[in-house]
């Protein structure tokens, strides 16, 4: 089975602090993914990457970056961290760039909230 | 389509019947679907997928049902437990569209005893 972890379940930071957010996947997945998860507006997603090295922005990109310099982690950052950003966040991976009839597989997510 | 809805649509069934969750997407060109089950305070979990050339694919006590005609999918779950209780989402990826994914609102399955 595919094993997709996330550092942290519970995450408290302060305003402005610089925040990471960690994720590892065990099945040499190419793409990985991260997600906000908000009531009312679904799944959004931050930031993507098909390859060590490479990442895209996905739809709300603001306010965040990436870093993958490992195939099996990928790494949110928030880098001056604001209230708004207080969320549940999920990473996924799948195989094959492009998707391919391959399922993202999910985490089970870190909630995030900044005070 | 894209998530939207402030409240999710609930459906109730009795333990042991059979439930249908049905979701409607929004793109014609979508290639491949997807239907994940959401646990309360766990990520969404991979259940049933299938593809644009297909109209029906069965696993394990889950059905799901594409009817491109109406831009309509649906996933059946037999003989309902407990266990089952969970927000289910479907998802839509078009290969044309850069293989972006699209997450449907959900919808919460609640299960009576």
């Known amino acids: 089975d595919v094993k997709v972890t996330q550092s942290s379940r519970y995450l408290v930071k302060r305003t402005g602090e610089k925040v990471f957010l960690e994720c590892v996947q065990d099945m040499d997945h190419e793409n990985m993914f991260w997600y906000r998860q908000d009531p009312g507006l679904g799944l959004r997603l931050i930031y993507f990457?098909?390859?060590?090295?490479?990442?895209e922005k996905g739809d709300i990109p603001e306010g965040y970056s990436v870093s993958r310099e490992k195939k099996e982690r990928f790494s949110l950052i928030l880098e001056s961290a604001s209230t708004n950003q207080t969320s549940m966040y999920l990473c996924?991976?799948?195989?094959?760039?492009?998707?391919?009839?391959?399922?993202?597989?999910f985490g089970d997510g870190t909630r995030l909230s900044i005070l | 389509g894209e998530s939207v809805g402030l409240h999710l649509p609930t459906l109730s069934v009795q333990e042991g019947d059979n439930s249908i969750i049905n979701c409607a997407y929004s793109n014609s060109a979508s290639d491949y679907f997807i239907w994940y089950k959401q646990e309360s305070g766990k990520g969404p979990q991979f259940i049933i997928d299938i593809r644009s050339n297909m109209d029906k694919r069965q696993g394990q006590r889950v059905t799901v049902l594409l009817n491109k005609t109406v831009k309509h999918l649906s996933l059946q779950i037999a003989a309902t437990q407990p266990g089952d209780s969970a927000v289910y989402f479907c998802?839509?990826?078009?290969?044309?569209?850069?293989?972006?994914?699209?997450f449907g609102s959900g919808t919460r399955l609640s299960i009576r005893p």
């Open positions: 996924a991976s799948s195989l094959f760039p492009g998707g391919d009839n391959q399922p993202q597989h």
């Open positions: 990457s098909y390859d060590v090295k490479m990442k």
């Open positions: 998802a839509e990826i078009a290969y044309s569209s850069a293989s972006k994914i699209i």
